[in-house]
């Protein structure tokens, strides 16, 4: 917090003190600037800064507009308290250290999780919503081995890369961040709302828009400059024309962070973007390995995945060369119909694939 300054002038609203465990007094009062009109992220950052404290900027307004604010500000943190989110401000201590090189950083944001699952290193993995089978192996390729590393994955939430890359994270015991578009008692996509819950208990999800905010067109490419802030490295994955990605990507160079790209067909719609970005500046990644090595990390030598029983089995028939199901049950002796079924849960892990013709294809993951 700023100074130590005493919070009594803007203290919180008769018998609200007991919704305030989840945030601060300079917290409070930032909240309550940004509730004036045309008080946006950069003006509460100045009246901040030229006055010292939060509260003290909100103590030089007039008091009929002081009462206002607050009580806008409480009814905010009231929503944010019901939702089990806490709040942090631009003066506290534990604000993310990144967003604050942002211009524009948000004076407040309200979060749900460990605030400390936001430190570096970390890596944004972005993409299109409708993603292709390859981009999603790749999405979660990439996504394990940061996780396994140690390293941070942030993402939007959104359908498709965003998704498989917050779902990767999870399923490697890594960390997670998942910033969003909307209020933080808001869920976007509704099919995320169990991934959401669970990021917010074993990760970290970060809104900077008030509770109840739905969230409009104008919202989720803004959010995509946090993503890019609170990573050392932006990965798009497969991004069309237009793809909100490629703000995140743009944001990353504004930072002088690294942007990289996963290379991918060039008759593919959804990836014309990204190899576009690929062909202008973006360093390319052709193995997750490559997204350690633009954070100066070691890759860990390949264990392959930790599987037992005919799982197990129809694994090892693969890496010896079954390329069938046919050719997997004869070399594990169980019928076709029980290796086949064995081999699409192998699918649904991310370790292989069946190609056009039929055939089985370790992926990234499974190599």
């Known amino acids: 917090m700023a100074g130590g300054v005493s919070c009594s002038p803007c203290a919180p609203l008769p018998n609200s003190r007991s919704r305030m465990h989840n945030c601060s007094p300079e917290a409070f009062a930032c909240l309550a600037l940004q509730t004036l009109p045309k008080m946006g992220d950069v003006s509460v950052r100045g009246l901040v800064e030229a006055h010292g404290s939060a509260n003290a900027a ?11 604010a607050r009580q806008s500000a409480a009814s905010s943190v009231q929503l944010a308290t019901r ?5 942090v401000a631009l003066p506290d201590e534990h604000y993310p250290a990144r ?16 605030v400390d699952i936001a430190a570096p290193p970390a890596v944004a993995i972005v993409g299109t919503r409708t993603a ?7 999405a979660r390729s990439i996504a394990t081995a940061c996780a396994r590393a140690g390293i941070s994955v942030v993402s939007g939430l959104a359908r498709g890369i965003d998704g498989a890359a917050h779902e990767a994270a ?53 959010r995509n400059r946090l993503i890019a802030a609170l990573a050392d490295v932006t990965v798009v994955v497969e991004a069309g ?27 593919v719609a959804t990836a014309r973007g990204s190899n576009a970005l690929l062909k202008a500046h973006a ?21 392959g995945p930790a599987l037992d029983g005919v799982s197990a089995r129809c694994w090892h028939a693969v890496q010896q060369g079954a390329l069938t199901p046919v050719e997997v049950a004869q070399h594990t002796g169980l019928s076709t119909r029980d290796a086949t079924a064995v081999l699409a849960l192998l699918e649904i892990d991310g370790l292989l694939v069946f190609d056009t013709s039929g055939r089985i294809r370790p992926t990234l993951l499974g190599t």
């Open 58 to 68: 909100l103590a030089s307004l007039p008091p009929a507009v002081v009462a206002a």
């Open 132 to 138: 292709s089978g390859y981009g999603l192996r790749v």
């Open 83 to 87: 939702t089990g989110a806490h709040i």
């Open 99 to 114: 967003l604050r090189e942002l211009r524009d950083a948000p004076a407040v944001l309200f979060a749900r999780g460990s």
């Open 170 to 222: 999870l399923a490697a015991g890594g960390r997670t961040v998942a910033v969003l578009g909307t209020g933080i008692d808001i869920t976007y996509p509704k099919s995320h709302r169990l991934l959401q819950e669970r990021i917010a208990h074993e990760g970290l999800v970060l809104s900077e828009q008030t509770p109840g905010d739905a969230g409009h067109a104008g919202t989720f490419p803004r």
């Open 283 to 303: 360093e390319p990644i052709l193995s997750p390995d490559d997204v350690l090595r633009l954070l100066d990390m070691t890759p860990s030598p390949t264990q």
């Open 241 to 267: 024309e237009g793809s909100g990605a490629l703000i995140t990507a743009d944001h990353a160079v504004e930072l002088g962070r690294t942007v990289a790209c996963v290379p991918n067909a060039i008759d």
